[in-house]
């Protein structure tokens, strides 16, 4: 196996300690042993070639002459690469080479051990981290005469601590951005850190300490119970929960929950405290929960597992020549039905020699001297490829195949054997039932129509069957030769029925014999076949040679024609979608664009704190507006994808409630300013399923709009999730409104269907809704029905979805800050050619603390990136020179800079060019400021985790 051992013997270690004693020298009295040290140095090479691990030697100089077999597989490289000065040096991260040989040189040259980690590059090119270590292996006066070294694929475990460490960033940023007051103590309760927001809320500046402000700023009538319940959570270790009032820096009281939970190391011991204080004066309460953080570290995958134990063949191992004592893996008593650690030797000693068994080769019994691993053995040499039969004395036999090899001590002398060993007996089985069905098979082939061929490879002879003769218009006697075949294919199709023949009859990589062609009829007529067929073969290896290429031919010649008529259908109703997603795309740009300005400037008169709230309330409603008929461009191309079959899903582990909860939270003020009760029972527990969670989300407000568009301001709307046994979940939208018509209950999810035309005249809308809806169940596995008890009688809507089995993992990462310039902004350029749009952009990402430069061209943007650094860059499609695309890739190539495509067109092929040309998101206009936001946040996240 493997490389090979050279040099001394190498020393493995067997534990833990730095430096290892060698074996040195034997003397003649110690030959013996020297010997069985021999052999047991030889066994622990091929050990070390089973090992999961990188291991190697080196010369006390530190030159390696020895790797694993893990190394070869690992890196790719041949034994004489990594052997060479510098070859194994290739496969270490350069960033990491200098600082492993800082460490190895030194201790190379003290007689010392070392540790590092490095990452070492895999055969696909990529690197892991590795945590290598070197020992030396000293003589009996201590003199160090090799190294050996060991390296530990340590990846997952840096992973694991990077995580830890961002996990404490992210609370830090978590607790100083979540609108809460938030603090940590000690055990003892002794405060360790206090937000910002806490601080600045109670007056205590940042160097004060709060114990005190925060227990005077209680109101005196709570006082004395929220200490007490805090002591007493302190005592038992139990959460602190208790609403009271706290004093703000303007001497006003609100009333607080306050809520600490206690932290416990993995014994249980109590660790510390988290808390929060959220201000409930107003009824706000906060719906997410902070996400603990996973503090517990992997344990280290276990440092050797047996592969002698695990490998799927029958492996026996002899420790002397004669083989009298032979001993198997779990395969090896499985196939020879022997206890575990039972000598399964027949040459073995009387008391010990199994007698359940025997072995036969052809029909004749074997003598135990000459079975395979005896005679490997005796003879020194591999026995490859042989097949015998297992005997067992209750009359059942098994079919054996397998290989058998000498080992050798370091003398060169056979010391004993190793065999490899495969039950094939069903194998064989099989082989007489497809010898047996054959003929059947052919009689049944010929009697679908199809006609057969068998041509001999050697010979050249040709044999068809009627069938096959007939498809070709030649009658049952006339000869049939392969240059008579070959002279009645079509000359355009020659070429390519001979590359298929070719590639089926090649001896080391055949490939099924598949082609259709057209073929030339006595007649003069033309008929289109289908040929197929497979080679067969004789020997193996260099003398594997092909002897006979059978199959079947079919006549397609209509299939052909339908095919091509049905392609001519094809290409004009492709043409006829291509024309109609053109206009959908220019109808969706020349939509949005006028409206990206209007949501802007909204947004930027928002942000006005003075604003009077008749005004504000007026800018609500027309942003409502606004975003109204963005929805209604949206569904409009949600059906084209919904009927094109393009509606794509990035579906991801949910939980079905949150999802609905924040749905809630955005259409559930507007409800209610209507007039109309919402009312939830989100029982579904648990309620975790694989969806796409904005396509889910879309479903969910779709049917609340749905409702309260026909339901009447004093009305009702109830959203209830449940579990359907273990499988599905269920969300039931139901409402006191309208109701629906029997008539009209079977059209309710067709797409413009809104029932009589005295309810679209009275509701407005396009009815995309409920149709986009179902489309949107369907891709997800589940279903949607609709009832209701009639008019005036309200209705019901109820989706049901697939259960995940497996919990919905972590809440991925908020964003990262993006990259700052110099004064500490981060740079923008914005390519515009849409003034208003441009303008009102540019001012309210300066209101974000952006700093902006404005092109309003592809060759303006080009300048400007040459003349100043950017950041980001955020552009629009369409420009009067040339396109965004041309922008991206430009500035991409030249400058590294990540990208925003901000556009009215949004159609996938929109999507998947912007991707192409460099693009990491693509926003569809209107876009509000808080998006716009987040995507540059996201961007520059990516952008520098890539390293750029």
């Known amino acids: 196996m493997g490389q090979g051992w050279t040099g001394p013997n190498p020393g493995l270690p067997t534990g833990p300690d730095d430096e290892v004693p060698a074996g040195g020298q034997a003397s003649e009295a110690e030959a013996p042993g020297a010997n069985a040290a021999g052999a047991r140095e030889a066994e622990a090479r091929r050990m070390a070639d089973t090992l999961?691990?990188?291991?190697?030697?080196?010369?006390?100089?530190?030159d390696v002459d020895y790797f694993n077999d893990r190394w070869y597989e690992y890196t790719g490289q041949s034994r004489e690469e990594a052997l060479s000065k510098l070859g194994w040096q290739s496969a270490i991260h350069p960033d990491d080479l200098d600082r492993m040989m800082g460490r190895r040189n030194p201790a190379v040259s003290g007689g010392e051990g070392f540790e590092v980690d490095v990452r070492i590059r895999r055969r696909d090119g990529t690197y892991r981290w590795h945590a290598a270590r070197s020992v030396p292996v000293r003589d009996e006066v201590g003199q160090v005469v090799r190294r050996f070294g060991s390296a530990v694929d340590v990846e997952d475990r840096r992973r694991d601590e990077e995580r830890l460490r961002e996990g404490e960033r992210r609370f830090r940023f978590l607790a100083e951005s979540i609108p809460h007051l938030v603090w940590t103590c000690r055990p003892d309760g002794n405060l360790e850190y206090i937000s910002r927001r806490f601080r600045d809320y109670i007056g205590v500046g940042p160097d004060d300490p709060p114990e005190r402000a925060w227990a005077e700023a209680i109101h005196p009538e709570d006082r004395a119970g929220v200490l007490d319940a805090w002591n007493q959570s302190l005592r038992d270790g139990t959460q602190f929960h208790i609403e009271y009032r706290l004093r703000g820096i303007d001497g006003l009281y609100r009333w607080f929950l306050g809520h600490a939970l206690p932290q416990r190391d993995e014994s249980g011991r109590l660790a510390g405290w988290y808390g929060t204080c959220t201000d409930i004066d107003a009824q706000w309460r906060d719906r997410q929960e902070i996400v603990r953080l996973n503090r517990s570290l992997r344990n280290r995958v276990a440092e050797l597992e047996t592969l002698f134990e695990t490998i799927p063949i029958a492996i026996a191992l002899a420790e002397d020549p004669a083989c009298t004592r032979?001993?198997?893996?779990?395969?090896?008593?499985?196939?020879?039905?022997?206890?575990p650690e039972a000598n399964t030797s027949l040459t073995a000693p009387e008391p010990e020699r199994p007698r359940h068994y025997n072995f036969f080769k052809d029909g004749h019994e074997i003598p135990p001297e000459e079975l395979p691993m005896q005679v490997a053995a005796r003879e020194?040499?591999?026995?490859?490829?042989?097949?015998?039969?297992?005997?067992?004395?209750?009359?059942?036999r098994k079919r054996i195949h397998g290989t058998a090899a000498p080992l050798f001590d370091e003398d060169g002398r056979t010391r004993g054997a190793i065999g490899a060993f495969l039950d094939v007996t069903e194998w064989r089985r099989v082989e007489a039932a497809l010898d047996a069905s054959e003929e059947r098979l052919r009689l049944a082939v010929e009697s679908t129509g199809l006609g057969l061929f068998d041509r001999d490879i050697p010979s050249g002879e040709l044999r068809w069957t009627d069938r096959t003769r007939a498809i070709f218009g030649l009658g049952p006697d006339e000869p049939i030769t392969l240059d008579r075949f070959e002279a009645m294919i079509h000359p355009e199709d020659v070429s390519r029925?001979?590359?298929?023949?070719?590639?089926?009859?090649?001896?080391?990589?055949?490939?099924?014999?598949?082609?259709?062609?057209r073929c030339l009829r006595p007649d003069g007529s033309i008929r289109w076949v289908h040929s197929r067929g497979r080679a067969l073969f004789e020997g193996s290896g260099v003398d594997r040679r092909v002897v006979r290429l059978v199959g079947a031919i079919q006549d397609i010649t209509e299939r052909k024609e339908s095919e091509s008529q049905l392609q001519e259908a094809k290409d004009a109703a492709e043409a006829a979608n291509r024309a109609k997603d053109r206009f959908l795309a220019a109808l969706s740009h020349e939509l949005r664009t006028p409206l990206a300005p209007v949501v802007t400037a909204?947004?930027?008169m928002e942000m006005a704190p003075d604003l009077p709230p008749e005004i504000r309330e007026n800018l609500a409603m027309i942003r409502r507006n606004i975003a109204l008929e963005t929805r209604l461009i949206d569904d409009l191309l949600d059906l084209s994808r919904v009927v094109s079959g393009k509606l794509r899903l990035d579906l991801r582990r949910s939980r079905l409630n949150d999802l609905i909860e924040q749905v809630m939270d955005i259409v559930g003020g507007e409800v209610q300013d209507r007039g109309i009760t919402l009312e939830t029972s989100l029982a579904a527990r648990p309620d975790a399923v694989d969806v796409d969670p904005a396509r889910m989300q879309q479903v969910v407000w779709n049917l609340i709009k749905n409702a309260a568009k026909f339901t009447s301001r004093g009305g009702t709307i109830r959203i209830a999730t449940r579990n359907l046994g273990d499988s599905a979940i269920e969300i039931e939208v139901q409402d006191t409104g309208k109701g629906i018509s029997p008539e009209d209950l079977p059209h309710i999810f067709d797409a413009f269907d809104q029932g009589d035309p005295e309810t679209t005249r009275q509701y407005g809308g396009l009815g995309l809704g409920l149709s986009i809806a179902k489309a949107v169940v369907d891709r997800h596995g589940g279903t949607i029905q609709a009832t209701s008890a009639g008019p005036g009688r309200g209705s019901s809507f109820f989706v049901s979805l697939p259960r995940s089995t497996t919990p919905p993992g972590r809440d991925e990462p908020g964003a990262a800050s993006p990259p700052e310039g110099p004064d500490g902004r981060t740079r923008v350029l914005l390519v515009e050619d849409h003034v208003d749009t441009a303008r009102a952009t540019t001012r309210l990402l300066e209101r974000q603390g952006y700093r902006v430069a404005w092109a309003e061209s592809v060759a303006r943007a080009l300048t400007m990136a040459e003349e100043q650094p950017f950041d980001v860059v955020v552009s629009d499609l369409g420009l009067p020179d040339g396109s965004g695309y041309e922008v991206m890739q430009r500035l991409r190539d030249r400058h590294g800079l990540p990208g925003i495509a901000l556009s009215g067109y949004g159609m996938e092929g929109d999507i998947l060019r912007g991707r192409d040309a460099g693009f990491l998101e693509h926003l569809v206009k209107p876009v509000d400021v808080g998006t716009l936001d987040r995507a540059i946040r996201r961007v520059a996240r990516a952008h520098r985790d890539s390293g750029n």
């Open 380 to 396: 020194g040499r591999a026995i490859a490829g042989i097949t015998l039969e297992a005997a067992f004395v209750d009359g059942r």
């Open 326 to 339: 032979i001993r198997g893996n779990s395969g090896m008593t499985q196939l020879l039905e022997t206890a």
């Open 497 to 517: 029925v001979r590359t298929a023949s070719d590639r089926a009859i090649a001896p080391q990589n055949p490939q099924d014999y598949d082609v259709e062609y």
């Open 52 to 62: 999961p691990h990188i291991v190697w030697t080196a010369t006390a100089a530190g």
């Open 602 to 604: 909204v947004a930027l």
